[in-house]
């Protein structure tokens, strides 16, 4: 069982409260999830409601039975909530990897050329990638499309597809969320400098 501290206490709380939360979140009454963890209806209550003390290997259970991990299910926030970019002045990016998935990141690029009109200076590689145009109008050309992209509007496409993004009518913003093997391929293609006009890594 888990001894109480003060700051054991607290986390005590805070997982009963995402055993709840999870149920909910899932549509699983009470009766359902007890059933799927092998607990009395009313021992799950008494767990939810801080009136029973938990046991490891009950959590063990209620995390299976919720479909996530004891470490997901009993882990503390952290001080590093914050983070700053890394920044490429070179493309004009500014780049964030995201903590809960290293192989994923965030570009925002200001864009200020069209793009290429030369279809070997579009990029293919495996990976997928989502983009959002925070300002202005962007083009993407996406095989034989020519794809026009407003302020507030997204695309998402595989990258397998040969494609280059640029912009129209002046400067334009755009925020892109990469996966690993977009963002390692758009690394490659920087690295021997073919087509700075291609998306962000």
């Known amino acids: 069982m888990l001894p109480m501290t003060q700051e054991s206490g607290e986390l005590d709380s805070l997982v009963r409260k995402r055993i709840r939360a999870l149920r909910v979140a899932q549509g699983l009454s009470l009766e359902e999830l007890a059933t799927r963890s092998h607990l009395s209806q009313s021992s799950l209550s008494r767990i939810e409601n801080g009136q029973r003390r938990l046991a490891l290997d009950q959590l063990v259970t209620l995390a299976r039975a919720l479909d996530t991990t004891l470490d997901q299910l009993v882990e503390t926030a952290t001080d590093d909530v914050i983070t700053s970019p890394t920044v490429d002045s070179t493309y004009g990016r500014m780049r964030w990897t ?11 690029q200001r864009l ?3 793009p290429p009109d030369n279809p070997a200076r579009m990029r293919a590689h495996p990976g997928r990638e989502w983009l959002v ?3 202005g109008t ?6 034989q499309r020519r794809i026009r992209i407003e302020t507030n509007q997204a695309a998402e496409f595989p990258t397998m597809m040969p494609h280059a993004i640029g912009t129209e009518g002046g400067p334009c913003e755009i925020l892109g969320l990469f996966d690993r093997d ?13 087509d700075a006009q291609g998306p962000p890594e």
Do not use: E, N
Request: no cysteine.
């Open 133 to 135: 145009v925070l300002s």
């Open 98 to 108: 995201l903590k809960a998935d290293p192989g994923m990141s965030v570009v925002r």
């Open 112 to 114: 200020t050329d069209p």
């Open 182 to 194: 977009a963002r390692r391929g758009h690394q490659r293609d920087d690295g021997d400098g073919s």
């Open 138 to 143: 962007a083009i993407l050309m996406l095989g």
